[in-house]
């Protein structure tokens, strides 16, 4: 494709950059052929200039679609180069936090320098049998397809792990191991995986250090082999270790550190064991403290010792021997701290001083001589032909001489610790194949490069050609597998440069060549090499300013080497003298290291040949005294070289390259300069380059369909996919070079699925443009329509609004004017009458004051004529008048003080009455005081009806007397007048009755004054009264509400505690329900393997092998596992262990003893925490009833206390009444006593203070009257509804009922018009002597009639009313009474559940009635049963009888005799729903019934549970015959039946799950006759006949239970097999709905196809599948809510899978499957409502999986996302929502990618919740099921057995 095609405006491109390598940018305009400049704009808007070279014309490296970054593998890529493969890492490495990516067969591996939660067993299972491209890169993907391979091809596999220091390597190694010894488990009790992971501490502590990069950097090479038997199990394993670095020992560089082991040795210096080995701290010696950082952050080196110890104790090394190495690593610590001294007179002359205190400890550790080893250590022996010499060495060679010794004792005890472990690894058993993991170190480059870099890269030069090879061979394989035309691809070949090391007179030659000449030099060497291949090679240089240096150009890079120290490395020179010294030492572990016939190094040794390639030592042999026969360093290196490259070439190769990211050890930080270094080294970009050469991209045809189906019009869609794949690309790629069409797949170029992309992405995008033009058109048509509309409304109530305002200003202007028009008027009018007023006034004043004066001058002088005239007879006439008023006066005064006193008693009585009248109204015991005091009111009414009779005769005497004194004194009132003498007497008298008056007054005025006194002290007392009294009433009612409050507070709280309570027993019923049934699994699986054991020890021949692929449940790697048992003591599971251990007397010994006694302890355990659990239960509910009870208590009390409190309160009213009373009467008599007449006269102020004060007592008396009957009414209610714990009556509803008791309309009448006659009023003034009097007596006794009347009637009806009542009362009070033990027991139960108690009362009464009725008829039915048995007797006897007289006739009289035809009924059978067998037939019974039953025809002909029936009525037989010993071999026959058929039909899911129902079935049977109370509430009386009479099989049930148990659990297995392979393709892979997510291109590791082929499954597979389990269930009778716990297990099964699947894959986040998850769900929803099975909690166990779905398809960039997201995710994990957001991969350009400011967002929001760290759900929990029983309505006696099952043998009963 032409580039200027390509090179197009906005095309973004790579440029080179010094610090990032390189730097993205963008054309700002198209090229053009011929242009010698880009004009580029960089990611920060720099313009810049890309100059284009004239002679290559190379353009910079175009730039991947977004689309396409972030992929899992490399080769996806569209364009192949390096920064898009460094910028594709650091993006997931950074933003995505993935730390693998796939590279075509390699998988590049990151170290993140942080613990990830990746590697956890969880995510083991999940990599466990999937396709290594159906997940995302991991290094157990890798691990599984190596361990695949190795079962399918039979071919041995190895993993090669490289990169450099610190780039996790080991890490890597150690993970790979770990999966193998998971997955595979072993093939014997010994635990080899275990063995073969320990392996791992004890190799890092003597073979790794900290260096500047890594602070556990492997400091050798190591290849294991894991062996494996035809099983594919774990047999044992082989270790083989390269190229120790010995120099370490005694030389570190700065900051770095020696072995771990001298350190852990160190840090451990304070246990008692280690006192004799007299260390001390690590800095204080010398080998330890060279490097300057002895200790490691993080680290705690003396917990580091005792896992070594652990481990060495796990793989056999005891405690001598581990005694043994820690003296030989104590001593070389010792030697480093020996000091050599030069002597002053010989240069050449060294010493070591006397008692040196370092090189004693060495000598007594290692048991060697003192003064041997410190000659030879300044002493050297040289011999020649003839003679022997002793020669003393300088300073600096006795230094060498006592470091090479330290570094070869540690390299001797590091071949034999690597020896022993080889040892205790190695297979018991013969090994079929093996998978080898190679952890070697990769290619190295320092400042100064020695002989250790030399060997590590001529070891990675190796491995890369190898690494190339397969490469290409792999890459010739598809070609030609697709009929691909091959082309020969050139790619680096690095043999020229291995010649250069390896080859005749190649460098190792030379400087073996060199180590042999007696002069030799590593200055002589050089110039060898220089002479040699400088100027020859052009892979070797010289520096130019160094002449003991060389260069060779690797295939990674040019390596400077320093020749200095080659020579003395290659060698490892050791004198033979110290050496001698050692092998006589008295420590026997350090005497073997240095035996000269053992060969301790070789690690091979003993181990059985392999399958494909036979592997010789890779290590060289022991020291030999003998120079001549001695190998370098770098021969031997060699050797093992070519045997490692053998062996690999044997194998099929899986790579493993670990990449460091930085230098400074920073998690998730990416440097692209050192990444690119190691990229070129490892040779993950020369893979990258091979598959550029060729077709790169390679799609099948019908992924390219659905992906470019787009880019195909309608008529160029055919039938034949893939003749429309080709006739497209004709069309979109016009160079048919630039692609191939293989058998079933489209091959690529480089670059064109990302011209594809653009393609699609164009054609996307302008079809996205022309929706949004019409959406957009669309809406804004919409929202112009909506305007228009909204203008038109508003203008047209605007217009309204005006219209409106402008009639209503016209109206206000009419208004106005008139306003006006009115105001003038009215004002002008007003004014013109003021006027015309004012003028009449004047005018009228005026004439009236003119008239007034002329009448009063005429007046004047009339009156003056006419008074003198009067004058004289006036003053006669007023003196006879005031003679004759005062007489006048004086008699009335008199006789009306005497009346008004008889007025006011009776006034006084009159009202008492009426008070009592009022007050005591229906009052029984008061109306015959009443009647009482009407009779004497009636005499006393007569007594004064005759006084005033004599009063009026009196007073008309008394008048008569007066008139005739008035005429008398008429008659002589000129004698009257002449007596002077009698008026002066008379007007004494009247100045003395005036004076009298006067005083009278003054009393008055003082009587007053006291009664206003005495009234304001009565108000003042009654005010307080009222005050008390309603403090009293706010302190009742506050009581009343804290009592309710604390009540309601106490309830609450109890039933909240109750509620909690209730919960967490529930919560730990479940988990110890869990936990027993996973413990009877483990036993369940334990059983099983002993059965297999004894299977297998009595098979004779063995079967011919095949792969099996063992569950990583049986894996034992997991050291904490523990064989526990829950099987309860029952007989029948002892009797059936005792007699299977009887039957295989031989095979005693293969059961485990101490197994069998844990299993024991642990059931006696078990047993002692169930009966805990369940006094802890008891416990419980009896704290609660107890502490219900103090609460119910507590009320009581409190209602006491309230109780007293309002008597002692009513006490106080009543009192308090009284004492009014007493007031009253005490005032009452006061007046009575000291008043006068005018006092108490109706109209005087006393009189009104009595009258008021009076009025106010009584009131106040009748509320109090009303408050002592509310109290009592309220005292009775409270008694009367304590039961109900009801509160106290509201007081005004009683009061109203009060009224409504007292409510008489005729007497509230009277009452109120006498307490009107007695209101005072105007009219008490004015009483005078006319009748008003007699009036008021009249009204009285009318008033008392009326009274007396209605007391009458009442009184009649109340004594009718209280007859009846009494009536009643007497029949309730038999029923209260029966009735009161029930309500006191209800008191101590909450309102919830009275209603329950009183049934349960009910029932227990009816029950007791049926019990009885039940014996009676129990006792008819012996009675019947007895006469049945004489009649039969009767019967038998008059036959008898019958036949002796017959023989007794003669045949003639027979014959003469008429024979009567006789009726002979048929006698039917009662049968009891009982089988009865014979004891021999119980085999026959449990082969027909069990093992050879077909559930198919039971489950479709018969009734559902039939066996479960039949076996139970033989049950029920046994029982009736009381044959214990028959009970007891029926049910473990019927159990062990059972267990043998579901062990041979594990997998069939039909003969699960009818034995699971027919088990559930016979558990139901026994608990329902078993004739306990609790499971015979819904039987019929003829099934509560058919119960168990003489056995309890609780024991029995429990045992059943368990079965039921473990059969669900095999049940869910089945469940979870069968759907297991269905779910990832069904709910994440197949698109449901189609076309909605587009594939995107896939690299080399192709993942399993989402199209609907034959053989993939859908989710209609699944719902069939489900519908078939439902309906299997279903016909076999199967309880409905044991239905459910399985329908809710099998989708927590589909949810789990699917999410966790989810979560490992990155190519299903995205936003189109998150659609596809949800559709797929509500599909499983709706399954769910058309089964009727929404309560049974399925639903929510696809919770999580639904909010994942969600996660995909919401907004992802506000704040107000995340919290949206926070909330929304509840049932997932932080760890799974940003995992799930990491993931996040957008399949389309439109989509965006979720930004890493984000997800910390969605983390800090979430930091706070506490949840699992786990990040995938547990696939493999099952939750506790339970068993509800469920008790059936068939009767036993109606069961008919079908011919068809061979059970004639059982005789119905």
């Not at 059985?608 to 001549?628: F, I, M, N």
């Not at 009467?1225 to 006061?1230: Q, S, T």
């Amino acid at each position: 494709m032409a580039a200027s095609e390509l090179f197009t405006k906005f095309a973004r491109v790579w440029i080179p950059d010094s610090v990032d390598v390189w730097k993205s940018a963008e054309l700002l305009k198209d090229y053009k052929p011929g242009d010698t400049v880009l004009h580029l704009k960089s990611e920060d808007d720099q313009e810049t200039q890309y100059r284009i070279d004239p002679k290559t014309q190379e353009l910079p490296p175009l730039r991947n679609p977004d689309i396409l970054v972030g992929e899992n593998d490399l080769t996806a890529l569209s364009y192949l180069h390096e920064p898009a493969v460094l910028h594709n890492l650091k993006v997931r490495f950074m933003d995505s936090k993935l730390i693998y990516t796939y590279c075509g067969i390699v998988l590049v591996a990151i170290n993140p320098y942080e613990q990830l939660p990746i590697y956890g067993e969880d995510i083991i299972n999940a990599y466990s049998g999937q396709n290594m491209g159906d997940m995302d890169p991991h290094i157990f993907a890798v691990a599984e397809e190596a361990y695949k391979q190795m079962a399918r091809d039979e071919r041995n596999q190895s993993i090669i792990v490289s990169g450099e220091s610190g780039a996790g390597k080991t890490v890597s190694a150690k993970y790979a191991m770990r999966y193998f010894a998971t997955v595979s488990g072993s093939a014997s009790e010994a635990n080899v995986e275990e063995k073969v992971l320990a392996s791992n501490p004890i190799m890092e502590s003597i073979g790794n250090a900290k260096t500047t990069r890594n602070d556990n950097s492997s400091r050798f090479g190591k290849y294991i082999e894991i062996g494996f038997d035809k099983k594919y199990r774990i047999t044992g394993a082989n270790m083989r270790t390269y190229l120790l670095e010995k120099s370490r020992v005694v030389f570190q560089a700065e900051d770095e550190r020696n072995y771990h082991i001298l350190y852990q040795l160190c840090a451990s210096k304070h246990l008692p064991e280690f006192k004799e080995l007299r260390l001390s701290h690590a800095q204080n010696f010398n080998y330890t403290n060279l490097g300057g950082s002895p200790v490691i952050e993080g680290i705690d080196d003396a917990k580091e010792m005792m896992n070594t110890r652990q481990a060495c104790t796990l793989l056999g090394i005891n405690e001598s021997y581990q005694m043994g190495i820690f003296h030989i690593l104590a001593a070389i610590l010792h030697l480093g701290n020996v000091t050599i001294k030069a002597n002053d007179r010989d240069a050449e002359n060294c010493f070591i001083p006397p008692n040196m205190e370092h090189l004693i400890i060495f000598c007594d550790l290692l048991g060697v001589d003192y003064e041997q080893m410190a000659h030879w250590l300044c002493h050297r022996k040289i011999i020649t032909g003839s003679e022997t010499y002793i020669k003393p060495m300088p300073k600096f060679q006795a230094l060498n001489a006592r470091d090479a010794l330290a570094k070869h004792i540690y390299a001797s005890l590091f071949n034999w610790i690597v020896h022993h472990v080889n040892r205790a690894l190695r297979a018991s058993v013969k090994q079929h194949s093996f998978i080898g993991v190679l952890d070697i170190y990769g290619f190295e480059t320092f400042e100064i490069n020695s002989f250790e870099q030399f060997c590590i890269n001529y070891a990675n030069e190796k491995l890369q050609q190898q690494f190339n090879m397969h490469v290409f061979k792999l890459e010739q394989e598809e070609y030609m597998k697709e009929q691909i035309p091959w082309t020969l691809i050139d790619f680096y070949d690095n043999q020229p440069c291995i010649n250069l090391i390896e080859a005749k007179l190649g460098i190792l030659d030379l400087l073996d060549e060199e180590c042999k000449m007696p002069k030799g030099s590593d200055d002589t060497w050089a110039q060898k090499l220089y002479n040699t291949h400088l100027n020859k090679s052009a892979l070797f240089h010289k520096p130019r300013m160094s002449n003991r240096a060389f260069i060779i150009q690797h295939f990674a890079d040019q390596v400077e080497y320093q020749c200095e120290g080659f020579l003395e490395k290659n060698k490892d020179t050791v004198y033979e003298e110290q050496i001698t010294v050692l092998k006589a030492s008295k420590l026997s572990l350090l005497a073997e290291l240095f035996q000269e016939e053992k060969q301790v190094s070789s690690p091979t040794e003993g181990r059985p040949p392999v399958a494909r390639a036979t592997v010789k030592s890779a290590k060289p042999r022991a020291l030999q005294p003998s120079k001549e026969h001695k190998k370098s360093v770098g021969h031997q290196f060699r050797n093992s070289l070519h045997l490692l490259m053998e062996t690999l070439n044997a194998t099929t190769p899986h790579y493993v390259r670990c990449i460091k990211p930085n230098d400074d050890k920073f998690a998730f930080t990416f440097d692209p300069k050192r990444a690119v270094q190691q990229l070129r080294a490892c040779g993950v970009l020369e893979t990258i380059r091979i598959s550029a050469a060729g077709f790169p991209s390679r799609w099948t045809y019908q992924e390219f369909f659905n992906r470019y189906r787009v880019l195909m019009k309608q008529k160029d869609v055919l039938s034949d996919k893939k003749l429309t794949c080709k006739n497209v690309l004709e069309k979109l790629i016009k160079d048919q070079d630039k692609y191939q069409f293989g058998k079933t797949k489209i091959f690529f170029r480089a670059g064109q699925v990302a011209y594809l992309e653009k393609l699609r992405a164009d054609k996307l995008r302008v079809a996205c443009i022309r929706i949004q033009k019409t959406i957009r058109s669309w809406l804004q048509r919409k929202k112009y329509l909506r305007m228009r509309s909204a203008a038109i409304t508003i203008q047209r109530y605007v217009r309204g609004y005006q219209a409106r305002c402008y009639a209503q200003f016209l109206r206000r202007t009419r208004a106005a004017v008139l306003i006006q028009k009115y105001q003038r008027m009215y004002a002008a009018r007003q004014k013109f009458l003021r006027i015309r007023s004012a003028t009449i006034v004047i005018q009228s004043f005026v004439r009236g004051f003119r008239g007034r004066q002329q009448y009063k001058a005429i007046l004047r002088e009339q009156k003056a004529i006419i008074l003198q005239k009067h004058l004289r007879g006036w003053i006669a006439r007023r003196k006879y008048s005031r003679t004759h008023h005062a007489i006048v006066y004086l008699q009335c005064c008199y006789r009306r003080m005497m009346a008004k006193r008889e007025l006011k008693k009776l006034k006084i009585e009159a009202r008492s009455v009426e008070h009592y009248k009022t007050l005591n109204i229906g009052m029984e015991n008061k109306i015959v005081q009443l009647q009482c005091k009407v009779n004497d009111q009636t005499k006393e009414m007569k007594s004064l009806l005759e006084k005033l009779v004599s009063l009026e005769t009196t007073y008309t005497n008394e008048t008569e007397k007066l008139r005739a004194e008035v005429d008398r004194l008429r008659i002589n009132e000129g004698s009257i007048k002449l007596s002077s003498n009698k008026i002066t007497c008379l007007m004494e008298e009247i100045a003395i009755l005036r004076k009298e008056l006067e005083e009278t007054q003054a009393q008055k005025k003082r009587l007053e004054e006291s009664a206003d006194k005495y009234k304001e002290e009565t108000d003042l007392v009654v005010f307080q009264l009222k005050e008390q009294n309603a403090l009293l009433k706010n302190e009742k009612e506050d009581l009343n509400r804290r009592i309710q409050e604390q009540a309601k507070e106490i309830t609450e709280s109890m039933e909240r505690k109750n509620e909690e309570e209730t919960k967490q027993l529930q919560i730990d019923l479940n988990d110890e329900r869990s936990r027993y049934q996973s413990l009877l699994n483990e036993f369940c699986r334990l059983e099983e393997r002993y059965d297999n054991l004894k299977e297998e020890m009595s098979l004779v021949s063995i079967t011919k092998p095949g792969h099996r692929r063992t569950d990583s449940t049986h894996s034992s790697n997991e050291s904490e596992y523990t064989y526990n048992s829950l099987l309860s003591s029952e007989p029948g599971e002892s009797e059936d262990v005792t007699r299977r251990t009887e039957e295989f007397p031989e095979q005693k010994g293969a059961l485990d003893m101490s197994l069998f006694l844990k299993l024991q302890k642990r059931v006696t355990e078990l047993e002692q925490e169930k009966q805990a659990l369940q006094e802890e239960l008891d416990g419980k509910e009896e704290q609660a009833l107890r502490s219900k009870k103090e609460a119910e208590e507590q009320q009581l009390k409190a209602r006491g206390a309230e109780l007293e409190y309002e008597s002692l309160k009513r006490q106080e009213l009543e009192s308090e009444n009284k004492k009014l009373k007493n007031e009253l009467n005490e005032l009452h008599r006061a007046l009575t006593d000291k008043g006068t007449p005018q006092a108490t006269a109706p109209g005087s102020p006393a009189y009104k203070v009595l009258l008021d004060h009076l009025n106010a007592a009584t009131e106040e008396l009748e509320v109090r009257k009303e408050e002592v009957l509310i109290l009592r009414s309220q005292l009775v209610s409270q008694k009367e509804a304590m039961a109900c714990k009801e509160t106290m009556t509201e007081p005004m509803v009683l009061l109203e009922d009060v009224r409504k008791m007292k409510d008489q309309g005729e007497i509230t009448q009277a009452f109120l018009g006498l307490k009107e006659t007695n209101r005072p009023s105007q009219d008490c003034q004015l009483l005078n002597e006319d009748g008003e009097l007699w009036m008021a007596y009249e009204g009285l006794k009318e008033a008392n009639r009326l009274l007396e009347s209605q007391l009458q009637g009442q009184k009649k009806v109340y004594e009718n009313e209280l007859e009846i009542l009494r009536g009643e009362v007497q029949n309730l009070k038999e029923e209260i009474n029966r009735q009161q033990q029930l309500l006191a027991q209800n008191l101590q139960l909450p309102p919830e559940a009275r209603i329950e108690a009183s049934l349960q009362h009910e029932i227990t009464r009816l029950t007791n009635e049926n019990l009885d009725l039940m014996e009676q008829l129990e006792k008819q039915d012996k009675t019947v049963r007895k006469l049945k048995k004489q009649l039969k007797v009767f019967a038998k006897k008059i036959g008898e009888l019958e036949v002796g007289q017959t023989e007794n006739v003669s045949p003639a009289q027979l014959t003469d005799e008429p024979i009567r035809p006789v009726n002979i009924p048929r006698k039917e059978k009662d049968f009891q729903g009982m089988l009865e067998y014979k004891k021999d037939d119980e085999l026959k019974l449990i082969k027909n019934l069990i093992l050879e039953l077909k559930p198919r025809g039971v489950a479709v002909n018969l009734i559902p549970g039939l066996p479960a029936y039949i076996l139970f009525m033989c049950v029920r037989h046994a029982d009736y015959i009381n044959d214990d010993q028959r009970v007891r071999s029926l049910l473990t026959s019927t159990i062990n039946g059972i267990k043998k058929i579901l062990k041979k039909r594990s997998d069939d899911f039909e003969i699960v799950s009818f034995w699971l129902s027919n088990t559930c079935r016979f558990l139901h049977c026994l608990k329902q006759y078993s004739g306990e109370e609790a499971f015979m509430k819904h039987n019929t009386p003829r099934q509560n006949d058919h119960c168990l009479r003489n056995f309890d099989l609780a024991e029995y049930r429990q045992v059943i239970s368990d079965l039921a148990i473990q059969i669900y659990q095999q049940l869910t297995k089945v469940m979870e097999n069968v759907l297991q392979p269905m779910i990832v393709s069904g709910m994440l892979e197949h698109e449901t709905i189609q076309g909605v997510s587009g594939l995107k291109p896939t690299g080399l590791r192709k993942r399993t196809s989402s199209v609907a082929d034959e053989g993939t499954y859908t989710l209609d597979s699944i719902v069939r599948q489900l519908n078939n389990f439902h309906s299997t269930m279903c016909q076999h009778g199967m309880d409905p809510e044991l239905i459910k716990q399985i329908v809710k297990q099998m989708f927590y099964i589909i949810g789990s899978v699917t999410l966790n699947n989810l979560l490992l894959r990155k190519d299903m986040c995205s936003w189109s499957k998150g659609m596809q998850i949800r559709y797929n769900v509500s599909q499983l929803e709706e399954w769910l409502r058309d089964k009727n099975l929404q309560t049974s909690g399925a639903k929510e166990t696809l919770e999580p999986l639904i909010q994942a779905a969600q996660l995909l398809q919401v907004k992802k960039k506000t704040d107000e996302d995340a919290e949206a997201i926070c909330s929304m995710c509840s049932a997932l994990t932080t760890a799974q929502i940003v995992k799930v957001l990491n993931l996040y991969t957008p399949v389309n350009e439109f989509e965006e990618r979720v930004t890493a400011s984000f997800i910390r967002t969605i983390q800090v929001r979430l930091q706070n919740r506490k949840d699992s760290p786990q990040l995938l759900m547990d696939a493999k929990h099952i939750f506790p099921v339970t068993f509800p029983f469920n008790p059936s309505s068939l009767a036993l006696e109606s069961i008919q057995i079908p011919s068809s099952m061979n059970l004639g043998f059982l005789l119905r009963v």
